[in-house]
């Protein structure tokens, strides 16, 4: 079974920045898209980005131009560094494996893995 561990979540001032990383381990990581996604109180889930072992990549539009996700894997592990960082970026931030497409990525309940949460806040 596929485990996600993410990390790397703080409180930041706007136009900060900030680096997540979630450690995959488990049998074929190499078939796996990983990504994260984020889910604010009283706000439905957001599945912000991806990226599959080829290095393709998806971002979704609140995110793009900020965002950029990257993978090593060699060390299982996938990074997603957040510049310019708004108040509305402020969620649980969990990362996940799903199907990873360039216009979408959707976590799959029945189907997919995902670690704990790690708690970005931007605010002054």
Not at 4 to 24: N, Y
Request: hydrophobic share 30%.
């Amino acid at each position: 079974q596929v485990q996600l561990v993410g990390s790397g979540g703080d409180l930041v001032q706007p136009g900060g920045s900030l680096r997540l990383s979630c450690i995959a381990s488990g049998p074929g990581l190499d078939y796996y898209a990983i990504g994260w996604f984020r889910q604010a109180p009283g706000k439905e889930r957001e599945e912000i980005s991806c990226v599959n072992n080829d290095s393709s990549t998806y971002y979704a539009d609140s995110v793009k131009g900020r965002f950029t996700i990257s993978r090593d894997n060699a060390k299982n592990t996938v990074y997603l560094q957040m510049n310019s960082l708004k108040p509305e970026d402020t969620a649980v931030y969990t990362c996940a494996t799903g199907l990873c497409l360039p216009w979408m990525y959707r976590v799959r309940a029945s189907f997919d893995y995902w670690g704990q949460g790690t708690q970005v806040t931007v605010s002054s």
